[in-house]
């Protein structure tokens, strides 16, 4: 695990962002596993602004989301297709077949994950997750007590989940109650992981996660075993270790 910390979030962004133009300018193909979340927004727009300068080209790049809202459309604002449309990638020059987010709008959940998994298989495996960490020590939707050995699957959210992601609704009713996710095991499987954590609130979690034991209770604490794990953290965020 290597830590590396950043003065802000603005450094954080641009810190994380580097890794990523890294891994493109590597390998031009690079399957990207991709996170929603208000800590990635910062990183989404450095690349843009590096892809507008001319520095990177995300043209032969393919992604794949971590999570989607059960029961929502791509064309639903509250989506996480949505989502990535409007912070990334309708301001890079990526191929829109290249884009993958589970499908929200099949309501049957073993169809959506199964197809998920497939589509994650036919990539030839994520190169690089960016990961962004829940108040509860969540990755994606994997909620504490998941088992690790999950692909993609369908989950209740917990109440803090819902409650902290009221904020992207107008209401908490609003908020849907499921969501299909990468598992545990899908993310563990990336050849290269990329956390991204800010701000005071998380401080708690991230001690917990990376300096107390690897348990289900905490499903980020699993990345401790990951070969190829690095942790991006602005001040705040470190202040606890
Ligand atoms: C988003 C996701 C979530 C978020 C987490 C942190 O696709 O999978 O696990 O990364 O909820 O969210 P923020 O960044 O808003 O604190």
């Not at 695990?1 to 493109?24: G, H, L, P, W």
């Not at 604490?221 to 190829?228: G, K, R, T, Y």
């Amino acid at each position: 695990m290597k830590i590396i910390k950043a003065k802000d979030y603005e450094d954080m962004s641009r810190k994380a962002a580097n890794i990523i133009s890294a891994q493109v300018i590597i390998k031009p193909n690079a399957v990207l596993g991709l996170a929603t979340g208000s800590t990635p927004i910062g990183v989404y727009e450095q690349l843009i602004k590096w892809y507008q300068k001319g520095d990177l080209d995300f043209a032969e790049v393919c992604t794949i989301n971590l999570d989607e809202y059960r029961g929502l459309k791509h064309s639903d604002n509250q989506s996480y297709w949505y989502f990535m449309q409007e912070h990334f990638w309708r301001h890079i020059n990526i191929n829109p077949e290249n884009v993958h987010v589970p499908d929200g709008s099949n309501l049957d959940p073993v169809k959506a994950c199964k197809e998920y998994d497939e589509i994650i298989k036919h990539s030839g495996g994520i190169d690089l997750q960016l990961l962004g960490i829940g108040d509860d020590g969540h990755i994606g939707f994997n909620e504490p007590g998941e088992a690790f050995e999950l692909e993609t699957h369908c989950v209740d959210l917990t109440y803090t989940t819902i409650k902290a992601n009221a904020r992207f609704f107008a209401r908490e009713e609003d908020v849907p109650k499921q969501a299909y996710t990468m598992g545990i095991k899908s993310i563990m499987q990336a050849k290269k992981i990329l956390m991204v954590a800010n701000g005071a609130g998380k401080a708690d979690i991230v001690r917990r996660a990376f300096y107390g034991p690897v348990t289900p209770e905490v499903p980020a604490s699993i990345l401790q075993m990951h070969p190829d794990f690095t942790l991006v953290l602005d001040e705040a965020a470190a202040a606890a270790l």
